[in-house]
Antibody
Framework: EVQLVESGGGLVKPGGSLRLSCAASGFIFNTYTINWIRQAPGRGLEWVSSIHSISKYIYYGDSVKGRFTISRDNAKNSLYLQMNSLRAEDTATYYC??????????????WGQGTMVTVSS | DIQMTQSPSVMSASVGDRVTITCRASQGITNSLAWFQQKPGNVPKRLIYAASSLQSGVPSRFSGSGSGTEFALTISSLQPEDFATYYCLQYNTYPPTFGQGTKVEVK
């Protein structure tokens, strides 16, 4: 079964740090770009960051640039998001989502179940 | 960044209604658009990709159309399980951007 499973969410104080992980299974992980997409409570979807299959290209949204770092370990079929200098507005459910640029059928098709991050004092 | 303007924000509809949601891109995105359905507490589910291709397993009452800057998601006959929030996503150009969502609620 094709699957993405996030972990690492929790409660953190403003200014703190958190590292999210996403474990992939059921597909050839090192051929896919993977994204982090978040959703604040009661709000819409916001793309956060993406990393190319072999980390050749990395992108960040303006709201997290300079504070978040995306990385991956293809040997472990895993994706990470290091979040520093966290703010209240980073409170959201964070999803990892796969993307295969050469095939429309595999663009943003598989989503993890999400991990909740709450930034509060 | 490409802005995706989705309308309406809220739609009141009845079972059996034909429902159409639109997304307008601030610049041309060819057919690089997907539609997602999200129910409360659930993960977004992709319904349509490449503007008009139906995701496997999604009922045929859902259809997508459009190209360039104007796109639509149509539900031909609304079913009880279709009351949800719908989002469009453009993936033609980084950063990928979502519409603000359309909540389809019971009339």
């Amino acid at each position: 079964e094709v699957q993405l499973v996030e972990s690492g969410g929790g409660l953190v104080k403003p200014g703190g740090s958190l590292r999210l992980s996403c474990a992939a299974s059921g597909f050839i992980f090192n051929t896919y770009t993977i994204n982090w997409i978040r959703q604040a409570p009661g709000r819409g979807l916001e793309w956060v960051s993406s990393i190319h299959s072999i980390s050749k290209y990395i992108y960040y949204g303006d709201s997290v640039k300079g504070r978040f770092t995306i990385s991956r370990d293809n040997a472990k079929n895993s994706l990470y998001l290091q979040m520093n200098s966290l703010r209240a507005e980073d409170t959201a459910t964070y999803y990892c989502v796969r993307d295969y640029g050469d095939d429309g059928a595999q663009r943003f098709d598989i989503w993890g179940q999400g991990t909740m991050v709450t930034v509060s004092s | 960044d490409i802005q995706m303007t989705q309308s309406p924000s809220v739609m009141s509809a009845s079972v059996g209604d034909r429902v159409t949601i639109t997304c307008r891109a601030s610049q041309g995105i060819t057919n690089s658009l997907a539609w997602f359905q999200q129910k409360p507490g659930n993960v977004p589910k992709r319904l349509i990709y490449a503007a008009s291709s139906l995701q496997s397993g999604v009922p045929s009452r859902f259809s997508g159309s459009g190209s360039g800057t104007e796109f639509a998601l149509t539900i031909s006959s609304l079913q009880p399980e279709d009351f949800a929030t719908y989002y469009c996503l453009q993936y033609n150009t980084y950063p990928p951007t979502f519409g603000q969502g359309t909540k389809v609620e019971v009339k």
